[in-house]
Every structure is written in structure tokens, then in C-alpha cells.
């Protein structure tokens, strides 16, 4: 399934402002039209926008990362792990370096002020929100690719003289669209779906099993390179070796999990690429 696509810049920039004034006023005892009128309060405002804004982008960043190699639904475990190391753990020390940086310039020592025991109690409970809503947004990326990727049953394609595939036929909505084969990067098997990626980045679901697409392909332009994995020689850009003679095969578009060759598929592949 694609990469979920975190587009979501306004909402940080009004949520970087609204965290950034609750935890500039927080404690302050005047009305809101005092405080606008107070000159330090834009200075705070401006230093906690940016640092608000710095740590959303960053947990974003993580997030975007992490779901390149680390996806929550084939490793829970590692995901976990890593999510609260890199996605609330290290934010939370940036949070504290940034504001420890901010207080310096004003001439103040950090440790001196109300900071640790009010303002950055709360800024870990926003981070720990935020993780919790780029999780949300995880898993409704994925509900709403799944509905725009309908099992079809897409039509091969196949040449005058019916002996060479050209283009597969899929849905995509109420569209039908002709996928030329020299278009596709490769077939893979994620859950109980298989799917086509271009190289365009795009995914298409696809009623046939890996094995039925493979027999309707040429061999020397499709390599099943394990289970859940049929490669196009255009999408290979290069191997590396593995313990216990197995290759790890990269290709592009970037898949999410390392695509590992067997001992027995090793030669193969390298004669297929020769």
C-alpha cells in the first residue's frame, strides 16, 4: 500500500500558534486584552512559535520516515519502540535544548524558572497528543487508500498476436485505466492483497495472484524475486550481499521492506540482471 501523505502545513502553523499561546499565558494572571498589550508577549510568542513549530515538523518528519521502513502494521513491535524513542523521547529533549537556547539569549538560567516545573510537563503531553494524532491520521490514510483501491480484476492486455501482455487494465474509482507493462515497477503481496506499483509511486490492488500475473510475463523483463515480490528489470538499481549467501535487492520506487533473495534465487538473479 503507498505512503500515507502527511499534508497537513496549515494545521501546524494554527496549531503551532495555539500551543504556543496556551503555554506563553499559561499561569499568567491577566486578561487577554493585557496581555496582547504587553511587549514581552510577542517576544515569547514569536520564540515559542518557532520552537512549537520546529518540534511538530520534527515528530511529522519521523513519522514520514518511519513509515518508510518501520510500517506500524507489518512491524508493531520495532514501531512502538522506535516511535517513542525518535517521536517523543528525542522531541522532548529538543524541546528542552530549544528553550534552554531561548532563555540564554534573554539572560536567564532555565533551571531558575517556573519552565521545568510547569510550562514543560505540558509541552510532553502535547508531543505525546501529536504522536497521537499523526497515528490517527496513519490509519486513516490507509482506510481511505483502501477505498480507493476496490479489488478489480484488471484485464491483460495483450498485442495482435495475443502472446505479449501490453497494458493492464484497472479501476481506479469509476475510471478505467490502461497501465502500460513498461509503466509498472513491480507486483507485491501486502496482507491479503497484491498489488502494482508504477513508477510513479501509484498503487493499484489486483485480483491475481502473484503466480497468474508472473505466467502472463516474460521472464526476461519480470524476476519473482521471493513470495510477495515480481520485479521489473527497469525498477532494479542494485544488490547487496547477505549472510548466508543471500542478496538484498533495492529497487525504485523504494519499497518499504528489504526485499530479500533466497540462497536458491541467487544465482538466478544474477544471471537475469547479466
Not at 476496490?150 to 474509482?173: A, C, H, M, R, Y
Not at 519480470?222 to 543471500?246: D, I
Amino acid at each position: 500500500m503507498g505512503l500515507i501523505r502527511y499534508r497537513d502545513l496549515s494545521l501546524r502553523i494554527i496549531a503551532s500558534v495555539l500551543a504556543a499561546h496556551f503555554i506563553v499565558v499559561y499561569g499568567v494572571e491577566k486578561s487577554f486584552f493585557q496581555i496582547l498589550l504587553t511587549p514581552i508577549y510577542y517576544v515569547a510568542m514569536t520564540a515559542s512559535v518557532t520552537i512549537a513549530f520546529i518540534l511538530i515538523s520534527f515528530v511529522r518528519w519521523v513519522y514520514i520516515k518511519l513509515d518508510r521502513k518501520f510500517d506500524w502494521v507489518a512491524k508493531p513491535l520495532e514501531r512502538t519502540a522506535l516511535q517513542v524513542l525518535l517521536g517523543f523521547i528525542a522531541p522532548g529533549i529538543l524541546a528542552f535544548v530549544l528553550a534552554f537556547i531561548y532563555f540564554s539569549l534573554r539572560g536567564m538560567n532555565i533551571l531558575k524558572t517556573l519552565y521545568l516545573r510547569f510550562d514543560y510537563p505540558i509541552i510532553l503531553l502535547l508531543i505525546l497528543f501529536l504522536n497521537l494524532y499523526y497515528l490517527a491520521y496513519y490509519f486513516y490514510g490507509r482506510m481511505r487508500i483502501a477505498e480507493t483501491m476496490v479489488p478489480n480484476s484488471p484485464v491483460i492486455e495483450t498485442d495482435n498476436s495475443g502472446s505479449e501482455v501490453k497494458s493492464f487494465l484497472v479501476n481506479q474509482g469509476v475510471k478505467n485505466l490502461p497501465i502500460p507493462l513498461k509503466n509498472i515497477a513491480y507486483f507485491f503481496r501486502e496482507g491479503d492483497l497484491n498489488f502494482m506499483r508504477t513508477f510513479e509511486g501509484e498503487d493499484f490492488v489486483v485480483s491475481y495472484s502473484l503466480d497468474e500475473i508472473q505466467q502472463n510475463l516474460k521472464e526476461a523483463d519480470f524476476f519473482r524475486a521471493n513470495r510477495q515480490m515480481l520485479v521489473s528489470r527497469k525498477a532494479c538499481r542494485h544488490f547487496e550481499a547477505l549472510p548466508y549467501n543471500k542478496l538484498e535487492l533495492f529497487v525504485e520506487p523504494n519499497y518499504k521492506l528489504p526485499i530479500v533473495i533466497s540462497q536458491k534465487r541467487n544465482k538466478s538473479l544474477k544471471e537475469w540482471l547479466n
